[in-house]
């Protein structure tokens, strides 16, 4: 192309404006303004160099706009116009970037290094190359991965697959040879059996693959075995007797015999009996007795036996046990227990009238939490130590028995570092008029200022005056949360509420015909601490509560029984001026 003259004022004006389109992201304007520029200075006999400048404001504007194949058009353009202006190459390159063609972007630049021989244009083009060429590497890399396995150390892929539990890790048997080649000489294949979790019935094919990876077993947890499978899994724990070698051991099947098993170890450190596996007493006795490291245990199935007239559980190492007794009825009565290590224990189904028992556990020094269900209870002698204690569905003998001998009865343990107190659904006997066991009435009335932050308790009685005794006892002066029960509380209670739980932030209140007025007593009380209600069953309240708390930071929620669902045709509240 022969010398040209510079750009005329005209076209400089256009590409003025085209400037300002751009920024101002009118891009079609910007188009127009610079085709219209483009034509004139092709007219006027423009320079290359300007021409070139003049082309890149299109392909910018293109670019922006979105328009790529027109941009990548233009930088064409650009480089057939001057091969060794580094501007068309430089352009063609980013858009073929954005349209993902990588190999293609490098290719242009590698033909800008060939004809653009200045220094700067030189080193702009070896920047870009090498930054290409980086995230061309990259999406090759991921596009090939290879398997980590053949390329990790051992030590990383152990700290990894320490993150998977054992269902994962059977999966990934299939993966690869390598990965099952490496998987099966690491926990937890060759020392686990876990059929948890399973989703279907677990065969006995499926158990004999699972055994036969084991090289030193630690942990057995039998969930879901067909009739096959449990015979093959009582067939392998008998061999060698490998069940004294075991750390964890969970059964929940109904036909494999658990007194035909000798239960001595010295490793074995946590053991759960769940239904409906077959256990009795006896069987409880001999794995607290002979198992020296135990430290949890769960007997959900536990069968009494008359020929037993009185069961010990002893063990100086247990901390947490679970013994439920439902399917057959037990007494504490007949009931010793020596755990003096023992944190948390949880009792079920030990409901005989007939033979209610005193539960003695003074010389647990370590106990946090008691909880009870579904018991026949006399007397709680419980430690200082205790801070959770759950009475739920008991029949409580609430007076205490004559003392047999001579001079004054002992006095009950305190209950100072008790926070959760949880009597739902548990009353007295038919003949004690008494709601509350002797432990609790005495706490609640020597017990200055006291840790409880947690008291749900079921009340049942004409007479309100227990009720308000325990309440407003220095006892529950620091209660944060409240759950009562029963079909006597009415509004006039609420002072006592109010006066007695100045922290309150938590109450939920069931089955009782109060109406909203004990609700807005409670939220008005002076300093208020109430976060949350909660209104289940109280068919008096109207739900016209819930804007009413909400409007002074209280949450309001209500719950219907499916036999009382209804809409709460309560009487409103109306607020006083």
């Keep these: 192309m022969a010398i040209g003259l510079p750009l005329p ?34 007219a006027n006999n423009t320079t290359v160099t300007e021409l070139i400048g003049v082309y890149d404001y299109r392909h910018a504007a293109y670019v922006r706009q979105g328009d790529l194949e027109f941009a990548l058009q233009d930088a064409k353009t650009m480089i057939r116009l001057d091969r060794n202006d580094v501007r068309g190459y430089l352009r063609c390159s980013a858009v073929n970037r954005l349209m993902g063609n990588m190999a293609v972007a490098l290719q242009f630049l590698e033909q800008g290094l060939k004809h653009c021989s200045e220094a700067d244009d030189q080193d702009i083009l070896l920047k870009e190359t090498q930054r290409v060429r980086d995230k061309l590497a990259a999406e090759r890399v991921l596009s090939r991965p290879r398997d980590p396995v053949a390329t990790l150390p051992l030590e990383v892929i152990e700290f990894i697959m320490s993150y ?50 084991i090289m030193a077993p630690k942990i057995l947890r039998a969930v879901g075995l067909t009739s096959g499978a449990s015979t093959v899994l009582q067939d392998w724990l008998h061999w060698d007797k490998r069940i004294s070698c075991l750390e964890v051991l969970e059964i929940s099947d109904p036909t494999i015999p658990m007194r035909t098993f000798s239960f001595r170890s010295d490793v074995l450190r946590e053991i759960a009996l769940d239904f409906p596996t077959l256990c009795g007493m006896e069987i409880v006795q001999e794995v607290l007795r002979r198992c020296t490291a135990l430290e949890y245990a769960r007997f959900t199935t536990c069968v ?62 370590y106990l946090t939490t008691l909880c009870l269900y579904d018991c026949a209870i006399r007397d709680l002698y419980l430690p200082p130590t205790l801070k959770h204690l759950r009475m739920e569905s008991c029949e409580m003998q609430t007076e205490r028995a004559p003392w047999p001998a001579a001079g004054p009865q002992p006095m009950l343990p305190g209950l100072d570092n008790l926070e959760t107190l949880s009597m739902l659904h548990s009353f007295p006997g038919a003949r004690f008029s008494e709601p509350f066991l002797p432990i609790i ?74 109406t909203g007025v004990f609700i807005v007593d409670l939220i008005l009380a002076p300093r208020s601490k109430l976060r949350a209600v909660t209104v289940q069953d109280c068919p008096k309240v109207h739900k016209d509560i819930i804007p009413y708390g909400e409007g002074r930071g209280v949450h309001v929620k209500f719950i219907s029984s499916a036999e009382k669902a209804g809409k709460g045709s309560g009487r409103r509240v109306r607020e006083l001026e």
């Design 441 to 514: 009435r005495q706490s609640a009335a020597l017990t200055d200022p006291g840790h409880l932050k947690c008291l749900k308790f079921s009340y049942n009685l004409s007479s309100l005056d227990h009720f308000e005794a325990i309440i407003q006892a220095k006892w529950c002066l620091g209660l944060t949360e409240l759950h009562i029960d029963s079909p006597n509380i009415v509004d006039r209670c609420s002072p006592f509420v109010v006066r007695s739980c100045p922290d309150l932030e938590v109450f939920h209140i069931r089955g009782a015909p109060i």
């Design 164 to 213: 998977l539990d054992y269902r994962q890790h059977v999966r990934m048997l299939r993966v690869s040879t390598s990965w099952k080649r490496v998987l099966s000489v690491l926990p937890p294949l060759i020392d686990t059996v876990s059929f948890v979790g399973a989703k279907t019935t677990v065969s006995s094919r499926m158990v004999r693959a699972a055994l036969r990876r």
């Design 304 to 365: 009494s036996g008359d020929q037993f007239p009185r069961w010990t559980l002893r063990s100086n190492t247990l901390i947490e046990l679970d013994l439920n007794c439902e399917k057959n009825p037990a007494e504490f009565l007949r009931l010793i227990i020596d755990l003096p290590e023992i944190r948390v224990l949880s009792l079920s189904g030990f409901n005989d009238p007939q033979w209610p028992g005193d539960l003695d556990l003074r010389d647990s020094q």
């Design 9 to 42: 004022k005209e076209i400089s004006d256009l590409l003025i404006a085209c400037r300002e389109a751009i920024k101002e992201q009118r891009y079609e304007e910007a188009i127009n303004s610079i085709t219209a520029a483009l034509h004139g200075s092709i």
